[in-house]
Structures are given as C-alpha cells and as structure tokens.
C-alpha cells in the first residue's frame, strides 16, 4: 500500500498570502496519477488537481498542482476567504487507492 | 448537471447487515467507473471500494475485503455498497463518487461526490 504523507501540520495563513502544501509517498505513484481535494465542514470534498498537474473543470488558476515520482506539491498562489479548508492528496495509481491525512489551512 | 444521491445509512448494530444505494442522475451512469469513500468522525478521508464502468472490475480496501460488496445496476442508475459483519470501526460518512474520464480502463481521480449517508455501528 502506497502511503501518502502531508506537509506541514496545520497551516495558519492570512488571505491574499501564498500556501505550499507537500504530500510525499512511500513509493512511487505510477503515472502520477495523484489528485488534490478541498474539503469544508459538513460539505463533500471537492475534487482541484489531477495527473498531478492538470486542474479539473471550474477551478480558480490560483491553484496549481505539480511535482512527480514521490513528491507533491499544490499551491494557492492568493488565499481568498474561500479557500479556508481541508486539503487532501490521494493517489489513483496502485490499489488500493489511498489518501493522505489531510492538511488544514486556517485563518491566522 | 451531475449528481449523485446516498441512502440507506443509519445505526446498525456490531455483526448486522446493512446495504447503501447511490443514485445517479444528470449523467449516462452506465459510462462511469464508481467508487465508495468513507469518512470517520473527525478523520480523514479512506477509500473503501470501486467498480469499472461496466461492472467487471471490481477492487476493495483491506478493511472492506471479505465483508464489503460493491456492485452497480445500470438500468436504475444506482451504485450499491451491502455491508455486512459491520464494526464499530466503520463508524463513518460514506460518500460515492464518480470518476473523471467516462471508459476509464483503469481508476481514475474523483469528480463528481454526493453528499453522504452517516452509518453509525453501535449497539
């Protein structure tokens, strides 16, 4: 099973600064066949970067994903006041699927 | 638009049975790989199962295997999950959500999420 690792611990950040969030794997991902979500409380998550990179339909271009092999990264280049919430890696590539534990960006 | 609506959760009690329904609608079902995800009070987010868009594939997490069905009726447009010797442990929000690309040969990132039903294991 290919364990996913996220970066840093919570993260307190005031809107309009730059997040950086790191999801490292045990192994690597096949593919980079990995993909990040936003969650809000009590809402489903929702799904911002595939293939690593590629952003999924309807989603701002302040956020970015990159990096390969073993080693993640998503960016938000300007907090707006809505993108205060959980963020999730996961990777698609090698059953099971699995997801890290979760990074949450809060307002500082 | 696309979405998709759980039932059939609610409190079950530790050994019991229990089967979850996912409807589908604003979308050709039957084109979409589908897959099952929980969430525990407070937690994280787990994978639990997943089915191929035409029902051959089928793959389940460690936790799932053995007591954990996954399975599809394209004509209802409805993803099911029949739990059974439930724990405690899967205490949890299941979600079901759809994949990205339709005809997907292999699994894929997860597009389109419903809402959830809460399965509460406890006597």
């Known amino acids: 099973e290919i364990v996913l690792t996220q970066s840093p611990g919570p993260l307190s950040l005031s809107p309009g600064e730059r997040a950086t969030l790191s999801c490292r794997a045990s192994?690597?991902?096949?593919?980079?066949?990995l993909a990040w979500y936003q969650q809000k409380p009590g809402q489903a998550p929702r799904l911002l970067i595939y293939?690593?990179?590629s952003r999924a339909t309807g989603i701002p271009d302040r956020f970015s994903g990159s990096g390969s092999g073993t080693d993640f990264t998503l960016t938000i280049s300007r907090l707006e006041p809505e993108d205060f919430a959980v963020y999730y890696c996961?990777?698609?590539?090698?059953?099971?699927?699995?997801f890290g534990p979760g990074t949450k960006v809060d307002i500082k | 638009q696309a979405q998709l609506v759980e039932s059939g959760g609610g409190v079950v009690q530790p050994g019991r049975s229990l089967r979850l329904s996912c409807v589908a609608s604003?979308?050709?079902?039957?084109?979409?790989?589908m897959h099952w995800v929980r969430q525990a009070p407070g937690k994280g987010l787990e994978w639990v199962a997943g089915?191929?868009?035409?029902?051959?594939?089928?793959d389940y997490a460690d936790t799932a295997k053995g007591r954990f069905t996954i399975s599809r009726d394209d004509s209802k447009n409805t993803l099911y999950l029949q739990m059974t010797s439930v724990r405690p442990e899967d205490t949890a929000v299941y979600y079901c959500?759809?994949?990205?690309?339709?005809?997907?040969?292999?699994?894929?990132?997860?597009?389109?999420w419903g809402q959830g039903t809460l399965v509460t294991v406890s006597s």
């Open positions: 192994q690597s991902v096949i593919n980079n066949y």
């Open positions: 959500a759809r994949e990205s690309p339709p005809y997907d040969t292999t699994w894929s990132s997860l597009f389109v």
């Open positions: 293939g690593a990179s």
């Open positions: 089915i191929s868009y035409d029902g051959i594939n089928k």
């Open positions: 996961h990777q698609y590539g090698t059953s099971p699927l699995t």
């Open positions: 604003g979308f050709t079902f039957s084109a979409y790989a």
